[in-house]
């Protein structure tokens, strides 16, 4: 029989190193999203930010997310193609998206050094 090995009875370096593959950057730049709904075939534009990145996925934030997003289609900035993704999480005014193919680091880097500037 395996033993069976706890979060608790595991040092806390080998936990934080096991849980993150890639480092997320933090973001600060609107994105569209064209999301689907589980069990629609449509897509919904919903303007959003884009809050923190990583090559594997990103967060996104905006008060106007239905409820059961499945499918997430999203242009950004400087990026000529559409990056598409599956929703992993989704909270009230969030979501969690897993990209479908990793983004080169080059890519993650350039958006993550966009920043807005406020009107004044």
């Known amino acids: 029989m395996k033993p069976k090995y706890y979060l608790l009875t595991q040092p806390f370096e080998d936990i934080k190193a096991e849980r993150r593959v890639f480092p997320r950057r933090d973001a600060n730049c609107p994105v569209i999203a064209r999301v689907r709904l589980r069990g629609h075939e449509d897509y919904i534009s919903v303007p959003s930010w884009l809050v923190n990145l990583c090559e594997d996925g990103c967060l996104l934030t905006s008060d106007y997310f239905p409820r059961r997003i499945e499918e997430v289609h999203l242009t950004m900035p ?3 193609d559409e990056v598409r993704g599956k929703v992993r999480s989704q909270g009230k005014y969030t ?14 880097e350039m958006v993550g050094r966009i920043k807005t500037i406020p009107k004044t």
Do not use: A, M, R
């Open 78 to 80: 400087g990026i000529t």
């Open 95 to 108: 979501i969690n998206v897993k990209f479908s193919k990793l983004l080169k680091v080059n890519v993650v």
